[in-house]
């Protein structure tokens, strides 16, 4: 099964999130009407929440399917969710290890 993530975590790893570009301004938007966002790495946390949540959601409609009690159309619906969450949140991963060795590369 799939474990929580961190915030430790989410330090280490420098980052994993969860949706797309669109899904991401829709999330913070509606987290900044809700609240406040204190920094990035609360978002980026909520963010890769969220996707771990989407995964365990995709993977217990998984197994409610082999059990005979889910359709193969809602297992296969949330499992090609699951995957774009994933390929997202490698993206974003990428982009933030990307940026991080562009600014590591700068002179002082």
């Keep these: 099964m799939i474990d929580a993530v961190s915030l430790n975590a989410l330090s280490r790893t420098t ?5 797309t570009a669109a899904r991401a301004t829709e999330a913070a938007s509606a987290t900044q009407s809700a609240g406040s966002i204190s920094d990035f790495s609360t978002m ?3 963010m ?3 996707a771990v949540d989407q995964v365990k959601t995709a993977e217990a409609s998984a197994i409610s399917g082999i059990h005979g009690k889910v ?6 619906e949330a499992v090609m969710s ?3 969450t994933l390929q997202t949140a490698i993206a974003v991963r990428d982009k ?5 060795q562009e600014i590591s590369r700068m002179a002082i």
């Design 15 to 19: 980052a994993t999130s969860a949706t």
């Design 44 to 46: 980026l946390a909520r």
């Design 48 to 50: 890769s929440s969220d």
């Design 71 to 76: 359709s193969v159309q809602q297992v296969v």
């Design 82 to 84: 699951a995957e774009q």
């Design 96 to 100: 933030v290890v990307a940026a991080y």
